[in-house]
């Protein structure tokens, strides 16, 4: 009997199998619009300190990181994050709980700092918000370009 493998198919016949695929989109958040984005997605009760957890782990994580502007990215399937705007290509990450070493584009590192933070919201509030934004950011990790490394960094 001869099988037939998903490099062997057609996108529609792929797409007809496994139904369509969801291509989830970053969009900078304009500098008017930027003092909504905070309490959108952390609420007004954790808005100081869930912005705070992501300068932090972003602290903690990037040992050559010393603070500067950020950019504030919203997603098409209704999450977020926030990446440091920096002038370099790559940014040195060092994950002690994993023993993940390696570089990341300020972006990839932003959706690290991101990610790491969402978590420690889900631990603090038990809020099921922070866990779906969570797995919504998660979800775009996985298309990201850097994704395998943003995965070996969050591991």
């Known amino acids: 009997m001869t099988t037939i493998n998903e490099t062997q198919m057609s996108d ?8 369509p695929s969801i291509f989830i989109t970053a969009t900078t958040v304009p500098e008017a619009e930027r ?3 905070l309490p959108r997605f952390f609420g007004h009760q954790y808005m100081m300190f869930g912005e705070t957890m992501v300068y932090r782990w972003m602290e903690r994580l990037a040992p050559d990181y010393h603070g500067g502007f950020w950019d504030f990215y919203t997603l098409s399937n209704d999450a977020y994050y926030m990446a440091p705007a920096l002038d370099c290509e ?9 023993f ?7 972006d990839a590192a932003g959706i690290v700092a991101s990610l790491y933070a969402l978590n420690g919201l889900v631990w603090k509030t038990r809020e099921d918000r922070f866990n779906n934004l969570f797995y919504a950011l998660r979800n775009y990790a996985g298309d990201h370009a850097e994704g395998p490394a943003i995965f070996a960094a969050i591991d």
């Open 35 to 37: 003092v909504q984005f």
């Open 100 to 106: 993940y070493e390696g570089t990341l584009s300020p």
């Open 90 to 98: 790559k940014i040195r990450i060092c994950c002690a709980g994993n």
């Open 12 to 19: 529609a016949e792929l797409e007809a199998e496994s139904g």
